[in-house]
């Protein structure tokens, strides 16, 4: 079965400053799909960035980046020039390709505070 | 505007009366699923519906409910609620199973059980 951990309860981060999220993830599929995505106190859920298995370049979107090392199972994501509204908690989260359940499997959640 | 809309955004009850909490999306999307999320333990997958009338258990099903009669409603039925139901719960679609490209979620449920 897969699993997605994210190691880190708490971060925080000085505005305009550099941060990064970890998260590892357990499979023996050689092919799927990894997400970030964003909780706002809103409690709406944002997707930030995807990235398939298959690609070795890391996605990218604006500020937002990931560092995917496929052989270590690792997909963390780093946030450049943080911003107040960056402010949420970050989930990280695992799905298997078209054919599968379609299931989103999501790591326990990393709550970031940028700071002014 | 495309959305997913969850009905009530917050909800308290009590052990044991039926409660039903509405999921309706206007995107013409096949694929539907419930999820609830849990301090420390992220979102989980409680069912999932590839399409009308095609229904399956996800990861913690036990104590839900739901149906699929018409595509852009997923209901999810407790039908006797516990105290370990209280959670904080999220309505899902994608155009078709495995897509997540194009995944919307609801703004989510407080439900609380005492």
């Known amino acids: 079965a897969q699993t997605v951990t994210q190691s880190q309860p708490e971060m925080s981060v000085q505005e305009a400053e550099t941060v990064t999220l970890s998260c590892t993830y357990d499979?023996?599929?050689?092919?799927?799909?990894l997400f970030w995505y964003k909780q706002p106190p809103s409690r709406q859920m944002i997707l930030v960035i995807r990235q398939e298995a298959y690609k070795q370049q890391n996605a990218t979107e604006n500020r937002f980046s990931v560092n995917f090392q496929k052989a270590a199972k690792s997909f963390s994501l780093k946030i450049s020039d943080s911003q107040l509204g960056d402010t949420a908690m970050y989930f990280c989260?695992?799905?298997?390709?078209?054919?599968?359940?379609?299931?989103?499997?999501f790591g326990q959640g990393t709550t970031l505070q940028v700071k002014p | 505007e495309a959305q997913v809309t969850q009905n009530p955004r917050y909800l308290i009850t009590v052990t044991g009366k039926k409660l039903t909490v509405t999921c309706s999306q206007n995107m013409n999307h096949e694929y539907m699923s419930w999820y609830r999320q849990d301090p420390g333990l992220g979102l989980r997958q409680i069912y999932y519906s590839m399409n009308v009338e095609v229904t399956d258990k996800g990861d913690v099903p036990e104590g839900y409910k739901v149906s699929r009669k018409e595509k852009r409603n997923f209901p999810l039925i407790l039908e006797s609620p516990s105290p370990n139901q209280t959670s904080l719960y999220f309505c899902?679609?994608?155009?078709?199973?495995?897509?997540?490209?194009?995944?919307?979620f609801g703004q989510g449920t407080r439900l609380t059980v005492v």
């Open positions: 499979t023996s599929e050689n092919n799927y799909y």
């Open positions: 899902a679609s994608s155009p078709r199973q495995g897509d997540y490209t194009e995944a919307f």
């Open positions: 989260a695992f799905m298997m390709p078209p054919g599968n359940t379609g299931k989103l499997i």
